[in-house]
């Protein structure tokens, strides 16, 4: 006996008495459902934070793909990569599918960095020696701050000001930022 052909899943329709496979509306990108014979876009799942999905008609929470490292998405049913936020300068984020910019932990001491989107600690580049940063999550070179006049530093990625060494007795440092003694 023959019957009604239901709407596939990824697609849905309100119509009663409907006599075309087109009164089937897609599920916008974003969503998705495996609801075979859906009757309201209500059927239609909205894709979780930390994933997108730029596929209309999906019938699996498999066309929804995960934000990258560096990347974070705290909204529901994006419908594309662009959704997907990169962290600011001075953070990073190994997170796969991160749902909010938590997850973008900030560069430590002595290091910055001003890449948007670091996927690494890596990234975050340390202070030259004769300088220093007490800055968690500094985004800029500028914020490597020079020792000051009459010390010097050889350690590279410094963290405090008070470990520049003062200059010996019989030397003198008349500019900022050196980085070795001559004793």
């Not at 006599?19 to 209500?42: M, N, V």
């Not at 596929?55 to 594309?80: L, P």
């Not at 800055?135 to 020079?146: E, F, K, V």
Request: charged share 15%; net charge negative; hydrophobic share 25%.
């Amino acid at each position: 006996a023959a019957s009604c052909t239901p709407c596939v899943s990824g697609t849905y329709s309100e119509t009663e008495n409907a006599t075309s496979i087109d009164t089937c509306t897609l599920c916008r990108a974003g969503t998705y459902s495996g609801s075979e014979g859906a009757t309201s876009i209500d059927t239609c799942i909205l894709c979780g934070t930390g994933t997108y999905s730029g596929v209309e008609g999906a019938a699996s929470i498999g066309t929804c793909m995960s934000c990258g490292t560096g990347k974070y998405n705290a909204a529901r049913g994006a419908r594309g990569p662009l959704w997907c936020n990169n962290c600011w300068r001075g953070t990073d984020s190994t997170t796969v599918g991160a749902g909010s910019s938590s997850t973008c932990l900030r560069c430590g001491l002595g290091t910055y960095s001003d890449a948007y989107g670091a996927t690494s600690a890596d990234q975050c580049t340390k202070c030259v020696a004769g300088k220093f940063s007490n800055w968690y999550g500094a985004n800029s070179i500028s914020r490597c701050l020079d020792c000051a006049l009459g010390t010097w530093s050889s350690i590279v990625g410094q963290e405090k000001p008070w470990q520049c060494q003062q200059c010996f007795a019989g030397t003198y440092g008349d500019v900022m930022g050196l980085n070795h003694s001559d004793r």
